[in-house]
Structure formats: structure tokens, C-alpha cells
């Protein structure tokens, strides 16, 4: 995540930078350039008269001012991440309409925002909240819309496809989008995902500009995904005797398989809807260009120059 | 230089009939050769009538006339009067099920012929339940798996004819008097029909169907004289098999817990006073659902109380209740045992018939036991199967032995319909487990248990994934069985199928039924694990023993359904960390809702193992249909 956000805080820098033309904005432009800052601004300033002296005092006030900026960067970044539950939870009354059963998975902020907008709109409908196993995070959720005075019903994980016959649309966050529109989720999204498309429920997923990443999914199941503890599953005590045996090669008999996030493929998605509005899976790769620089797309890149 | 070819046949565009069309008499000589265009649909009819010229004369090409496969099975078989008695005691524990034709045709025939007791199970109640004494037409009926017998060859070329025609005319042939007795009869048996047919949302398939459309095809408009109406009242019960018992087939649809009326009413019968749930989902409002507290006070205070239930039961009942028997297999032993001793202790009461009052008592058992815990399909057919043998009891046994035959039966039953077949099925199943394979398996399924341990003995080496789900974590219990036998196990939540499923070569499942448009009817997930199995093209094999199969059909997993416990979904066991929903179960916009079962669809399902072989969904009504009579005894 925090890969994410430093890769958010680029399109802050291209703003902030006043970079010469001929060097395209990206971060590792502006690192590269802070160092001879001093040097190209000196260049720059063909005719400046201030030699000696200046040079100490340009270079702090210029590191300083480079500083300021960075830091009203991030914090307009804070203030749109916190905002863009807003601009997202306005579309949801095209989205919602009377009657209708949604069904969501896990909890999300923007999720829960969006649902609210629409019953203040004084549309009516039914929530099924699944509880997203290991973590049972949409209890937290359920608790939340109930007192909301949304009509909220718990299910459990394995219930989704019995469920789903009857949900007309299918609402869920998510912790990134990829840039070609599959998104990282909690893990049984891609149940809830097939299921959905096997019953033609739209799946629509609500996301804020700063989940975008620019990377391109390969073999996302294992590369991109955590393994959370096992306990979480099976509780030591009941298995301590199963936990230590092995088999004759010296491998545990025993594993357990807790994974963090699950992969959705961008043909299972209907819809994204973002503060900008709603967009197909096949046109996150645009939008990647309004936040993104192409150098950055490396963080451990460094360039030679 | 080539000779000149002759000319072709020039093809004239003729224009060509479509759809169905009937082929006028004079043409039937195939004739001069025909043009290839036009030839093509008149071809097709001229042998048509060549071949079968008796019956397929108003046939279009297109028509195929069903086949009379069940009279023509039928009728070599009423020709043997004395052998269909014998027959249901003769097959031994060594016959099984895949082989043997020979003794499925008799059998066929002979469930056939019993069968003219239309669907077996209340209608007995009907004709016992009403005083046999002035009813001669409730009586013929009763006995006509002898009389039709002792008619031998007559009725046996009736059969071969047209059914459907028949059967109609015949029924316009029985008199007012033996219409109206007959409808008396299903009144007072619908009184009794009505107290089981509240309580058996899941078994009462056949049950209040045969004295419904036992009522519907009886009142036949006309009359005719007495020898007459006698002989037809005979032709009619001895085809009415084929023709009625499809009718009676169509099950009923089972009690709707929205529908006000008849709640209240079954309430007002109810053994144990039960507590509706108050926060219950809006969709599930046709299921029954109550307070768990309530009900286990209730019936352990009621316990002195309830005179008529037999210890054996009440404790079956219990253990059903608390959740200790789970799973289709084991709760169905447990009831059949709990119904032997039942059965041993029990004494016919004076001025009774064992086979009716021994049913009523039955009946009220499955009241109980219904009030614990809604039966699950296989024990409904195992009910069937039961009340079946007790009505078929000759009148001639003493009390003593008619008791021994039904305990006996009911061993066999047991022996055959699930031990036996679970062994059959292991042996079919171990021959698509290979060396090297990763074999997913969900929840806790006893047959796929059976499997893996039985292809661990002979050496194979394979893996299994234990997927598991809450809020029972059956899993668990299979997880610690399969690594004490050594076996190389995974186990994780179904959340991650998504993530095991590209290791995996096989999945293994287990089923509560499987129902007759091939759907899946299991635990809740197991939907979704074959979901995503299909969807990673790996091959989903479900083993499920034969008796299981229901002629039920079900599109989605809501039409019917079994509710569980809410309480169980917020409290997270081993994890008293989180307890978001703690308190808030009795909010009035928050609804914990606890699914016990979901329907797999059968494009899921590649393959069903049963001790029937190995078969595709698509035959599982076949099974049902066609050899319930024998494999189900009835």
C-alpha cells in the first residue's frame, strides 16, 4: 500500500516541480535533479549575478520551498482520499433504485458511504452482507449500516452462491485496482466475482483514485498476495498433535493455506465507479496516465544520468 | 477422349415441405428414384411407413413414438402369478445393484404390480385407516396385488394397449357407490394426511399427493353395470401404475411456513410449543425457523408428557436437536435404529391392525422428530421405504413375526442401501484417484471420506485439500482423521478456493441428494467450491448413495431450504476477538440468516458415483423413475 501511495504522491510532483521542459516530470526526475539543483538552476539562470553567496542561500530557500511543497502535496492527497467517499456516494443513486438487493462483501468505507447516499435518497433495499472470513470484517459493516437504519442481513462466505440468485447487484471495495481493470480484493472476492457472472448480476466495484496502480497483474494470485497467520484458521490447541507430525520426507503433513487478497479478473468486473464517474475495466489504463509518470513505475529504479 | 458423362438429373428447386407433416397413405412405395432435394422429405416417411405400418402411420419423419418400454416389461412379468411374493425377501446382501438385470426386471415388475397401491405411502393410510368393513371397492383395491394375479392372462394383454386412452374410459367405469367410498376414505385419511403433511416439509413428497390426485382421478363421471364396473375397477388398478404413479410422482408442493392458515393449524397439532424466531429474513419467510433457546427447554420439560414417543426416538431426537448426529448418512441409521427398537417394543393394541396402527405410531414419531429438526431427504425416502414394508406385511404373520420381518427389513435396508453401496462407491471412486494428484474435498462428506482413506490403503499417492467453512467447521473433524491416517492434507477456508484451485486435479463432494433435474443438493459452499472448480476446469466427481436421489426439482437454493441457528453466525468460535455483532442480534434492521443448505446446478457436475455406477446428472431421473420401484423397495 505504501508503494501505492508514494506512486500517488508523483502526480503531486508534477504539479509542484517547476521543472525545466526538457526533463519530463516523474519523481525520479526531481530526486536526481536535487542534488545538482543547484547547478541547473544556476544554468538556468543565465545572467544571475549571484555567485558565491547566493549559491548557499538558493539552494536552502529552493529545498525548502521544495519541501513546502511536497508536504501541501500530501496533505491535498489526504484530503482527497477522505473526500472521495463524497463524489462516489453521489452515484449511487443512479445505481440503486427501489426494491432492490444488494449484496456486498467484506467492509469498505466507500461501500458503506455509498449505501447511505442512496437511503437518504429514500430509496428502499436490502443489504447481504458476506462476512469475509478470515478477518469478518462485514460484521463490522452489518453493525454499521443497521444503525444506519439500512434493512442488513449476515451471511456467511459459502451462502454467497445460494444467495445470489435473488441479489440484483453486487457492490464491493477493494484495496487496488490494476492497470487492466483486475482488481486485489479480500480473499472469496473472485467466488463472489464467478458467481455474479454466472447469475448476469452486475458486479460493480466502488474505488477512490489512490487504490489506481499502474502495474500490470502477472500471476497476481501469488505475486501480489499475503499470507496471513494460520491460527486465524485452526486453533493450535485442537491440532497440536496434528501440527508436529511429518511424513517419512520430512515434510510437515500438515499445511495451512491462509491467504490475504484474491485476484478478480477485469472480464468479471462491470463496473468501476471512481470520483470521476463510472468507467469500464478497459479504460483504467487511461486514467493510470493522469496520475502516473511512466519512469515511476519502478520505485527501485535508479536512473543513470 | 472421356466418354460423355450423362447428364446429371437436373435438380429441380422443388419446394421443400418444412416442419411436421403428415405423409398421405398413397404414397408409400419408395418409388422411382426421387429428385435429391425433394427426396429428402419424402424419403424419411415413406419408411416410415414401410417399416412399423401398424402405428406409425400419422407419424412426421420427426416423430418418434415413445417407447412402451414399461408395458412391455410389464406384461411377461404378470404372467407369474406365484413368484412376486417371494421376491422382495429373496435378494440376498450379495446382490448388488450394478449387476443382475434379471432381478431388476422382476423386480420392476413386481414393484409394478404392488404398485397399484398408488404411490405407496398414504394411500395405505387411507385404505387402513377407513373401517374395512362395507367398503368392498377400498378392500379390491387392498388386495389387488392378489387378484390381479389371479386374473393372470386377461389382464395382461389389457396392459400392452394404450395407456393413457384406456385408463381414462376405465375410469368413467366405476360406480357412484365405490366413488363415493373411495372419496370418503381419502377424507378421513387427509385428517390423518394433514398432521404429517405440516410436519413434513421436506418428506412429504408423495405423501399428500396420492390422496390429492387419488381424489382427482377418482370421481370419474358415468356409470355402468356392477360386473362390469368390477372387472374395469381391476383393468383400471392394474394400469393405473404406470399411468397414475407418474401422476402421483409429481410431488407436492410442501408445507409454505407464509401461508398463515395452515401454520396455525399445524401449530394447534404440534407436540412441542415452539416460539417463531421474531427477526426473521423476508425471503426465507416459507421456512420454517424457531427459537432455539425455547425449543430445547421445551422438549426436555415435555419429556414425561410425551407418552407416545419411545425412548430410542426422544433420544435421537435430542441428538439431532443439539447437533450431535450430522449428516445425511448417520441421521438416517440413527432414525431406522431408533425405529427398530421402536418397533420391538411395541405391542398392537387391541381391536388394531399392526400395519395401521403400527403407521400412525410411526407417523407421530416423525412429528416428533420433525419439531427437532426438519428430515432431510434420504430419511424421508428411508420413511418411505418403511411405511412401505409395513404395508405390505401379509395379513397372515403373527404379531411377533411381522415385527421380526420389519426389523429385519429394516437391517437390510441399512446394509444394502448405504453400508453396501458405500462400498461400491469407494470402488468406483478409488479408480480415478491417481498417483500425483491434489484432491479438494469440502466440508465433512462420510463417502468421500471412505474414498480417500480406502486409496490411501492401497497405496496411492495423492494430497488433500480440506476446504472448510463456517459456522459448523466440519472440516476440522475430517482434517484430524485424514492426518492421522498419514494422509498429506491442506486445509484452508473456502474463501481461498480461488487460490488452491489452480493445484488441484480433482474435487471430491459429498451430497445430501441429488434431486431429478440433476441439481446438487448439499451443504451450504459447496456451490461455490464447484462453481470455481468449473471455472479452473478441474473435473468435480459428487458421491452420493443411490437412495438419496429425490424426483424433486429445485432451480435455485431458496425454493427450500433449511434454516439454522443465528445465534452461530456472530459468535466466532476460537476468536473471541471479534464480537462486532455481539448484542445486536435483536436489532430490527440487522438479520443474521444461517443457510444449512445450497443447490450445486447440474452444468457444475461431471460426474455422480452411486452404487448405481458412475453416472452423469442427466441420469439420475432415470434412476429415480425408472428403478425406484426396486431400489427403493416400494
Redesign the interface.
Known amino acids: 500500500m505504501t508503494e501505492k501511495l508514494l506512486n500517488r504522491m508523483v502526480s503531486e510532483f508534477k504539479t509542484v516541480a517547476a521543472g525545466p521542459p526538457s526533463r519530463s516530470p516523474s519523481l525520479h526526475a526531481i530526486l536526481d535533479r536535487t542534488p545538482d539543483s543547484e547547478r541547473a538552476h544556476h544554468s538556468s539562470r543565465d545572467g544571475d549575478s549571484f555567485e558565491g553567496k547566493g549559491k548557499s542561500a538558493d539552494r536552502n530557500a529552493e529545498s525548502w520551498k521544495l519541501k513546502h511543497d511536497v508536504i501541501r502535496a500530501v496533505n491535498e492527497l489526504i484530503e482527497d482520499i477522505n473526500s472521495c467517499h463524497e463524489q462516489i456516494a453521489e452515484q449511487s443513486v443512479e445505481l440503486i433504485h427501489q426494491n432492490e438487493i444488494l449484496l456486498t462483501f467484506g467492509r469498505s468505507r466507500t461501500v458503506r458511504e455509498f449505501l447511505c447516499a442512496a437511503k437518504e435518497k429514500r430509496r428502499s433495499f436490502h443489504v447481504f452482507v458476506a462476512e469475509g472470513a478470515p478477518k469478518y470484517q462485514g460484521h463490522a459493516l452489518a453493525k454499521d449500516l443497521g444503525a444506519r437504519g439500512l434493512q442488513t442481513t449476515v451471511i456467511t462466505d459459502s451462502a454467497v452462491f445460494a444467495m445470489i440468485s435473488r441479489v440484483n447487484m453486487v457492490v464491493v471495495g477493494v484495496h487496488a485496482v490494476m492497470a487492466n481493470g483486475g482488481v486485489i480484493g479480500p480473499v472469496g472476492l473472485n467466488m463472489v466475482a464467478l458467481a455474479a457472472r454466472k447469475h448476469a448480476v452486475p458486479f460493480v466495484v466502488v474505488a477512490g483514485p489512490h487504490k489506481l496502480c499502474p502495474l500490470y497483474p502477472q500471476n497476481p494470485q501469488v505475486l501480489l498476495n499475503e499470507m496471513r497467520c494460520p491460527s486465524e484458521l485452526l486453533q493450535d490447541g485442537e491440532f497440536s498433535d496434528c501440527m508436529g507430525v511429518c511424513n517419512g520426507s520430512g515434510n510437515p503433513l500438515l499445511n495451512v493455506v491462509n491467504p490475504a487478497f484474491d485476484y478478480v479478473p477485469p472480464e468479471l468486473v462491470s463496473l468501476f465507479i471512481t470520483d470521476i464517474g463510472g468507467y469500464n475495466p478497459s479504460f483504467v489504463h487511461r486514467l493510470i496516465a493522469d496520475y502516473y509518470s511512466a519512469d515511476d513505475l519502478d520505485l527501485q529504479k535508479r536512473t543513470t544520468s | 477422349m472421356d466418354p460423355r458423362r450423362a447428364p446429371r438429373t437436373v435438380s429441380d428447386p422443388k419446394v421443400r415441405k418444412v416442419g411436421f407433416f403428415t405423409d398421405p397413405p398413397d404414397r408409400s412405395l419408395p418409388g422411382p428414384p426421387n429428385h435429391p432435394i425433394s427426396s429428402f422429405p419424402t424419403s424419411p416417411p415413406s419408411t416410415v411407413d414401410n417399416s412399423p405400418p401398424s402405428a406409425g402411420n400419422s407419424l412426421s419423419p420427426v416423430m418418434i413414438p415413445p417407447p412402451r418400454h414399461s408395458s412391455s416389461i410389464l406384461s411377461p412379468l404378470r404372467r407369474d402369478p406365484p413368484e412376486f411374493f417371494p421376491l422382495p425377501a429373496s435378494p440376498t446382501a450379495s446382490t448388488t445393484f450394478s449387476d443382475d438385470v434379471a432381478s431388476t426386471m422382476k423386480g420392476r415388475g413386481v414393484a409394478a404390480a404392488s404398485s397399484s397401491l398408488p404411490g405407496g405411502l398414504l394411500f395405505d393410510i387411507a385404505a387402513s385407516s377407513v373401517p374395512a368393513s362395507g367398503l368392498t371397492t377400498v378392500s379390491v383395491v387392498n388386495n389387488l396385488p392378489i387378484g390381479i394375479f389371479e386374473k393372470g392372462g386377461g389382464v395382461a394383454v389389457e396392459m400392452q394397449d394404450d395407456q393413457s386412452s384406456r385408463s381414462k374410459s376405465l375410469k368413467e367405469k366405476t360406480t357412484k357407490a365405490e366413488r363415493r367410498a373411495l372419496q370418503e376414505a381419502q377424507r378421513a385419511a387427509k385428517a390423518t394426511a394433514k398432521a404429517e403433511d405440516g410436519k413434513t416439509p421436506a418428506a412429504a413428497s408423495g405423501a399428500a399427493a396420492s390422496v390429492k390426485s387419488g381424489k382427482s382421478v377418482k370421481p370419474p363421471p358415468s356409470q355402468k353395470n356392477d360386473s362390469a364396473a368390477l372387472a374395469a375397477l381391476e383393468k383400471k388398478a392394474g394400469d393405473r401404475p404406470p399411468e397414475k404413479d407418474r401422476k402421483k410422482e409429481v410431488p407436492q408442493p410442501r408445507m409454505q411456513f407464509d401461508d398463515k392458515s395452515r401454520v396455525e393449524k399445524a401449530k394447534r397439532r404440534a407436540v412441542v410449543k415452539q416460539t417463531e424466531a421474531r427477526n426473521r429474513?423476508?425471503?426465507f419467510r416459507h421456512l420454517p425457523q424457531y427459537e432455539r433457546g425455547t425449543q430445547r427447554t421445551e422438549l426436555q420439560s415435555k419429556f414425561f408428557e410425551l407418552d407416545p414417543v419411545h425412548p430410542a426416538v426422544y433420544k435421537v431426537g435430542l441428538q439431532y436437536l443439539y447437533g450431535d448426529i450430522c449428516g445425511s448418512n448417520a441421521r438416517c441409521i440413527a432414525m431406522l435404529q431408533a425405529f427398530q427398537e421402536a418397533i420391538k417394543d411395541y405391542s398392537t393394541p387391541s381391536e388394531k391392525t399392526l400395519a395401521r396402527d403400527l403407521t400412525a405410531k410411526i407417523g407421530s414419531y416423525l412429528s416428533f422428530l420433525i419439531e427437532c429438526r426438519p428430515l432431510s431427504i434420504s430419511m424421508g425416502n428411508a420413511i418411505r421405504f418403511l411405511k412401505n414394508r409395513i404395508a405390505k406385511l401379509p395379513l397372515t404373520l403373527s404379531e411377533l413375526e411381522a415385527k421380526a420381518t420389519l426389523r429385519s427389513d429394516i437391517d437390510r435396508f441399512i446394509n444394502e442401501k448405504i453400508i453396501l453401496a458405500d462400498k461400491v462407491i469407494v470402488k468406483h471412486a478409488v479408480t480415478k484417484i491417481s498417483d500425483g494428484d491434489v484432491l479438494l474435498t469440502y466440508g465433512s462428506p462420510s463417502a468421500v471420506e471412505m474414498v480417500l482413506l480406502h486409496a490411501h490403503e492401497l497405496g496411492k499417492q495423492f494430497r488433500v485439500v480440506v476446504v472448510?467453512?463456517?459456522?459448523k467447521l466440519e472440516g476440522?473433524l475430517l482434517?484430524?482423521r485424514l492426518?492421522?491416517k498419514?494422509?498429506?492434507?491442506?486445509?484452508?477456508?473456502?474463501?481461498?478456493?480461488?487460490?488452491?484451485m489452480?493445484e488441484v486435479t480433482r474435487v471430491f463432494l459429498g451430497a445430501s441428494s441429488v434431486l431429478s433435474n440433476g441439481t446438487v443438493y448439499s451443504k451450504?459452499?459447496t456451490?461455490?467450491v464447484a462453481?470455481?472448480a468449473h471455472?479452473f476446469r478441474v473435473p468435480v466427481l459428487v458421491c452420493c448413495e443411490a437412495y438419496k436421489f429425490h424426483e424433486r426439482v429445485q432451480?435455485?437454493?431458496?425454493c427450500s431450504?433449511e434454516l439454522g441457528d443465528p445465534d452461530v453466525?456472530?459468535k466466532?468460535h476460537?476468536?473471541e476477538d471479534?464480537n462486532?455483532?455481539d448484542g445486536?442480534t435483536n436489532?430490527e434492521?440487522?438479520?443474521?440468516?444461517?443457510?444449512i443448505y445450497?443447490?450445486t446446478p447440474s452444468d457444475y457436475i461431471s460426474m455422480i458415483i452411486t452404487d448405481y455406477g458412475m453416472v452423469p446428472p442427466t441420469s439420475v431421473p432415470v434412476i429415480v423413475r425408472d428403478y425406484r420401484r426396486e431400489h427403493l423397495w416400494i
Not at chain 2, 472448510?468 to 459456522?471: A, H, Q, Y
Open positions: 429474513v423476508e425471503l472448510d467453512s463456517r459456522p476440522q482434517l484430524h492426518v492421522g498419514g494422509i498429506n492434507c491442506t486445509y484452508t477456508h473456502v474463501n481461498a478456493i480461488s487460490y488452491i489452480h451450504v459452499g456451490a461455490c462453481m470455481v471455472a432451480l435455485d437454493s431458496l431450504n453466525i456472530s466466532i476460537g476468536r471479534i462486532f455483532l445486536s436489532s434492521n440487522l438479520q443474521l440468516l444461517n443457510l445450497d443447490a
